[in-house]
Nanobody, 121 residues
């Protein structure tokens, strides 16, 4: 059983930085991608960033050049460095682990419990 435990998040003023971390345990080797989704009130959950075991990354257009995802394979952790935060980044951020095939289809997935990020002056 895979477990994802998030840490970080909190309240930050616009222009500030926060770092989210996600520690994975269990049969994590069955997943080939880890990432972060977010969900703001009244909006759908959206993919923010993803990194594969091969090191390929994906970023949503809204966070490119501001957020950086990284992975420590030895420690089974994935982190999201968030810089130049904006009020519209306010959301619950979820760690996500997935097994994705070559067609981009998610075959299996696991979610963390979510951590709140609030950007406000």
């Amino acid at each position: 059983q895979v477990q994802l435990v998030e840490s970080g998040g909190g309240l930050m003023h616009p222009g500030g930085s926060l770092r989210l971390s996600c520690a994975a345990s269990g049969r994590i080797f069955s997943f080939n991608a880890m990432g972060w989704y977010r969900q703001a009130p009244g909006k759908e959950r959206e993919l923010v960033a993803r990194i594969t075991t091969g090191g390929s990354t994906y970023y949503a257009d809204s966070v490119k050049d501001r957020f950086t995802i990284s992975r420590d394979g030895a420690k089974n952790t994935v982190s999201l460095q968030m810089n130049s935060l904006k009020p519209e980044d306010t959301a619950v951020y979820y760690c996500h682990a997935a097994s994705i095939n070559s067609y981009g289809r998610i075959l299996a997935e696991k979610w963390g419990q979510g951590t709140q990020v609030t950007v406000s002056s």
